[in-house]
């Protein structure tokens, strides 16, 4: 836990208070780059479908369920240091590691505690900072993601989306130029749109106005998991 962003960070989000800590060198957690060996991934894979009780084949499904876990560890602190401190996180893909929990569920993220203090004393505009995520963490991991197991980018974007939505949410005021900024990424009605954004193409507006994902997070074909709800693309027009 980093604790000038965990002081930030309101009730509604407390679960992923700590979901970026600095790494203490604990050999228990995983460099994301050993992910792009097949049998790390495979691994890692298989500790989380084991952990909650998944009894299923299909890999598309899994890694997107798993990918959800991750993006909710990485939202909350990473959308908080942006808009409540001004700074980003040294979340580059290459130079994070990845604690799990006992069911193999994503629980943390470790970064370099030199990396970290130095961030501190760098500000960074929110609209900088959310495209230096995308760019040097997030795209590589749905990259490492689609390469192992075929799952299309824009599933795991759709996943992405939605957390960071919410996330923003619960955080940001539409009078602070940090929250149109990333409003603008996530194509918020009334913000300015950036239409290059892989977050602006994952959602759209649902038929009572809410967000909805473009396309499906496919975690229906999961057994036992319930479907992400009024935002799944399937249920539109329905009920």
Not at 69 to 76: D, G, M, P, S
Not at 125 to 151: F, K, N, Y
Request: with cysteine; net charge negative; glycine share 10%.
């Amino acid at each position: 836990m980093i604790a000038e962003i965990a002081e930030h960070v309101p009730a509604s989000l407390d679960a992923y208070r700590g979901g970026v800590a600095a790494d203490p060198g604990d050999a228990g957690a995983l460099p994301l780059s050993a992910l792009r060996d097949p049998a790390v991934f495979d691994a890692v894979l298989a500790r989380f479908s084991t952990g909650l009780g998944l009894d299923t084949t299909d890999r598309r499904a899994l890694v997107s369920y798993w990918s959800q876990f991750y993006f909710a560890v990485l939202a909350t602190p990473a959308l908080t240091a942006l808009l409540c401190l001004g700074r980003s996180l040294p979340l580059a893909f290459e130079a994070t590691s990845l604690a799990c929990d006992e069911a193999g569920r994503p629980a943390c993220l470790l970064v370099q505690p030199d990396a970290l203090a130095a961030a501190r004393a760098s500000a960074c505009p929110a609209a900088d900072g959310l495209t230096g995520l995308m760019d040097d963490h997030l795209r590589p991991l749905i990259d490492l993601c689609r390469e192992q197991c075929g799952v299309a980018p824009r599933v795991l974007w759709g996943n992405v989306a939605v957390i960071f939505d919410y996330v923003a949410g619960e955080l940001g005021q539409e009078s602070d130029p940090a929250f149109a900024d990333v409003a603008s990424c996530l194509r918020w009605p009334g913000a300015g749109a950036r239409t290059g954004s892989p977050l602006a193409r994952a959602l759209c507006p649902g038929a009572s106005g809410c967000a909805r994902r473009r396309v499906c997070c496919l975690r229906q074909r999961l057994p036992g998991i319930a479907s992400c709800g009024s935002l799944c693309p399937l249920t539109c027009g329905k009920g």
